[in-house]
């Protein structure tokens, strides 16, 4: 633990901060989000059987975004198709789990693909 950095211990610490708040239930599951520099990775958790319903990310075999510009782009697309998977997966409403990440950029654009999609945040 002493060779973290502070910025990985800040990070942890606003992790554990909204997660007291937020817990994914059976009808409303968490949607969790972590966004590395290369990929972003969403996946819908139901916590009280500490189970993954759906996951996602841009990194996927089904997901092509070898035509999509930026980093943004893909976010709202890997959003959408999770918002695809989800509903084939009978949710319909979910909490959203930024993941210690500030809400702009690609986690915003990832928020806004899921509703885009059908999904309500």
């Known amino acids: 633990m002493a060779n973290k950095s502070r910025k990985v211990i800040a990070r942890n ?3 554990k901060r909204i997660r007291k708040k937020i817990f994914g239930t059976s009808e409303c599951p ?11 990775y969403v996946q819908i958790i139901d916590d009280t059987k500490q189970a993954t319903l759906v996951a996602m990310s841009s990194g996927d075999k089904d ?15 890997v959003g959408e198709m999770v918002a695809e998977r989800a509903k084939a997966a009978g949710i319909e409403q979910v909490v959203f789990d930024r993941g210690g990440n500030l809400y702009h950029g690609r986690v915003k654009a990832l ?11």
């Open 13 to 15: 610490k606003r992790i």
């Open 63 to 77: 997901f092509d975004g070898s035509e999509m510009k930026g980093k943004c782009e893909q976010a709202q697309k």
């Open 30 to 40: 968490r949607m969790r989000v972590f966004r590395s520099n290369r990929h972003i």
């Open 111 to 121: 928020s806004e693909g899921a509703r885009k999609g059908g999904l309500k945040l």
